[in-house]
């Protein structure tokens, strides 16, 4: 049972921090040292989600904080649990999902001396290539701005992974005020603040498109993290460019939309003379943007919260960093404004590849060479 001295300590103020921040669900394994944690949040409102490993709770985390676009909060005990979470920390972190991993850890004096302690390793120093930053919480005191600081990283910029490191003894260190206020406990105020290229560079971007002859525009995950789906909605609608959804951005806009070229995915990249990629990365899964894959003579429009994706791959013509939704807003008024449409024959030439290849699959289907 959870004693009322635990009113008074890091815990209490770990949980009231994440709660001041509208963060009212944890994922994890209980255990030595955070078992007593794992009691005070259920007692405090919040819910705990019990797993059977750590990197499926750490997962579970992770796929929380892309569907509220508010960090996942996943806990782990030390050494063979951090471990356990640490290859779900790092997918998270290379998927740009918003997680914080808060795993329970030796004495700081203790790892530095070797001495020897229970599960002891220097799990703060092992997790930092693993997540956009790790904290290390030695103070009950310094609760509050800990995750603070690991919410507003996670979420800002490029979202991913945080690493909050909290030894045993600052989860039962006691702090006489802290079962009478919220100690350095605040809550964020916008942490993640909208980015908006600058009008040179929609311009450059408007001018590119306007000028295409076989315009195609790539959704990825990004856009679907940023609800984009009216924006780009409206984009395809008014322009007729057709777009290719990557996996993880279906149901932005409908599959059977006239404009969708998804059974036409070949033909459309390879003839494209301008590529609109919205929040996905030029990498293994488009062939990194190279020919024969690609038109040679592809011209790339690339609209990312990270600019360390521009010329990852290809050379990006039109750079245009942000917060995608953002960009869309700005974006897609000056666009329509030139009154720009895709020409209709790019269109029909995307319609009967279309055709011929749903017709294809559906004598494989009709033959039960589909499994």
Sequence with gaps: MVGDS????????LIKALQKNNINRMYGIVGIPVTDLARLAELRGMKYYGFRREDS????????????????????????????????LAQATKNYFPLIMISGSSERHIINLSQGDYEGLDQYNAAKPFCKKAYRVDRAEDMGLAVARAIRTAVSGR???????IPAGTIVQEDDAADQSNL??????????KQVPNNEAISRAVDL???AKKPLIILGKGAAYDRTEKQVQQLVAETNIPFLPMSMAKGLIP???????????????????????IGARLNWMLSYGDAPQFNLQAKFVQLDIDATQFDSSQPISAPLQGGLKSILDKLVPVLLATGYQAPEAWLEQIAQDTKKNDKKFAQRIANGKVA
């Design 6 to 13: 635990l009113n008074k300590t890091g815990a209490n103020l």
């Design 57 to 88: 709770a750490v997962n579970a985390a992770a796929a929380t904080g892309y569907l509220t676009q508010k960090p996942g909060v996943a806990l782990t005990v030390s050494a063979p649990g951090f471990l356990n979470g640490l290859t779900a």
């Design 159 to 165: 979202p991913g992974g945080v690493y909050l490191d």
């Design 184 to 193: 350095g406990v605040y809550k964020l105020v916008d942490p993640a603040p």
């Design 209 to 211: 498109i306007k000028n």
């Design 255 to 277: 599959d059977d939309s006239p404009h969708s070229a998804a059974a036409a995915r070949s033909l459309s990249l390879r003839n494209a003379d301008v590529v609109i990629v």
